[in-house]
């Protein structure tokens, strides 16, 4: 099991990797160990290394210069949330940067 780093609204989150879970928390940048475990002892206490994409910090720091708090978003390849709802994934941080640029974002 393998929990996989996404950008979602500013933040970096993963979705809990046991099949039949639906947690998703949030991670602080570098974290290795997902818990699927709230303070309330609510999930399913699942435990899995977290896997980052390379250039974390890049997209984090690209995604930062974005104004509106809900276009700070990026998904590794073939994520389910960007497939299901049609975003973009496995953006580049100079795909994200001309994605900005695009957008008039300084």
């Not at 997902?34 to 995604?63: K, S």
């Not at 994520?79 to 953006?91: C, E, S």
């Amino acid at each position: 099991m393998l929990a996989v780093a996404y950008m979602n609204w500013g933040r970096w989150i993963s979705d809990c990797p046991r099949d039949g879970c639906s947690y998703a928390f949030e991670l602080q940048p570098g974290q290795e160990l997902y818990v699927c475990r709230t303070r309330q002892g609510e999930g399913c206490g699942a435990e899995a290394p977290i896997e980052w994409p390379p250039d974390a910090a890049e997209i984090e720091a690209e995604l930062q210069r974005r104004p509106v708090t809900a276009t700070r978003n990026w998904y590794p390849p073939g994520h389910h949330l960007a497939v299901a709802t049609g975003n973009p994934d496995g953006q580049t941080v100079e795909d994200l940067r001309a994605e900005a640029d695009e957008h008039g974002v300084m």
